[in-house]
């Protein structure tokens, strides 16, 4: 049931949700799928600024449990709507329900996604959430507008693939398969898998990609989702730029005629494509059918993806046509292998971002001064050896790794409202190691009005003394991006980023931490103890309690997530501990 709110009256928008699992062939290959309403990606939910939602999601599933994740929402007195298993709320067993709630202010305004978090159902589980307000008056022209969704298909079941990361021995699954964009991707049939998965032959399929209709001389909104869950990915469409006008709902100083967008799981861009004229499409020769492109970065072997650019003259003949000439792959290269793209760069062009200064624009728009921040949390995160005999593998954080099944039989937010546990302490804390740690009860503990700085630092692994590319995602209210550099943080490492970039830093929900020296993609390797990069992110507790709560702070790389790349902070724990009206 939801958790009662105090936000009357409101518009209420009611949605409904079946989580269920069904065969679907993405990308021309058959895999048993958790799907939302019978499709991947799930149907837009698209809300406007004010409106209390609530979300029914009913489990349909005949085995596994399930909960639904609004990513990137402050889910603002509403944290029991969170959707972690065992933090916020109990999962969804098969053949029961829950009501989510959620109260969208202008905060919220943006681009966002749902998705189940349990394990790795979101691989194939996710859905746009569109929360519509007002506009920067030098958007307005955009009347146009496209959602696209990318995702990583893999060609075995995600439950299969997260009981392998926690296996021992460890098992990893490899690379991803194919990009897919609204759930739809390009490549060849694998016989064998078509006969493991589903007793099926390749005759019973055809791949074909996600086909994004533009009229002519128009200004379009792209909505770029990135729900994918281990790619870094770059995404472009072939002979066309693009503005950058927002990232994860925030609105930006737009940055204009980009090649490409580089999005890693979780973040979101919105972007303008200033679409051709039918002279210019004419005159280019390609029937008005444009390849968009997907490519992997920061992992080797490199995998990618395709989707269709269609204007009017896109006919379904000149699309078959294009369909049988084949993406304008180099010579030498496949689908997966062909760099069309700009390649990957540390910190890509983030250190540019700066918010946009509208008339619409709320107290997220600038971040907290550095003279406001009253302590700094330093998170190590590492990949390290682990179970018997070292042959399993586990990401710790500061010596700790998170488990869902083994948080607690009861979620620990509904501990707190009805005082099983003790309630996390400040003053506890503030004298733990790290400073900040509440080891009784396992977490990060903020209190009211609070403004500190997390530092997220990429060790290198155990395995193989290199690093990859984490996004970090804070749920609650959104964070600031404060800076990002390569190597070990330091006090100088630290004035060099700022000095260099990030100005004006951007408040957002799912941060970068790029690989540095040591990149596993680039084959370098680094000594023990030692980090290929790090990233500063500025949390500022709602002095109203507004985002008291249990909340995670854990890598969107959900294969990450799954081996334990987690920690849990606790806001306002006191106003929770007081809180009543938990309908149980």
Known sequence: MAQASPWFPRPVKRFTLTVSEQLIWADGNPVRSVLLNGSFPGPEIRVQVGDRVLINVTNAMADKNTTLHVHGMSQRMTPS????????????APGNWFEYELVTAEQDIGTYYYHSHVALQAVTAPGPFIVEGNVPSIHKSVREERTLVLGDWYWQESTKIAAGLLANPFRWPGSVKSIVLNGRGLNACNATVAQLNAKLSCADTSASPSVISVPYSTSVRLRLIGAHVLSYTAFGILSHTLDIIAADGTYLEPIRNQAHVEILPGQRYDLVLRSKSAEEVRAEGKGGCYWIRMESRWRSPTWGGWGLLAYPSCTPVARARTMRAGPPLPP????????????AKFGWIADEFAPLRWSGADRMADAPRDEEVVRR????SQQIRALPNDTGSRFIENGHTYNEDDTTPVPYLIKIFNKLVDEPSYERAMQGTPKGYDKLTDTYVAKSGEVFD???INNASELGRNVESHPWHGHSFKQWTIA????NFSEQALTAARAHGYKRPIARDTHAVWPGPGASALNETLP???SGGWTMIRYRVAQDGLDAGAWLLHCHVLLHAVMGMSVTLIFDAPRLAAATGYDR
């Open 454 to 456: 997390v530092v997220l």
């Open 377 to 380: 949390i330093v998170i190590h």
């Open 484 to 487: 990002s550099g390569m190597g």
């Open 81 to 92: 709507s969170d959707g972690t298993p065992l933090v916020s709320q109990w999962p969804i």
């Open 332 to 343: 030498g290269t496949t689908t997966d292998s062909a760099h069309l793209l700009p390649g």
């Open 528 to 530: 023990a103890n030692s």
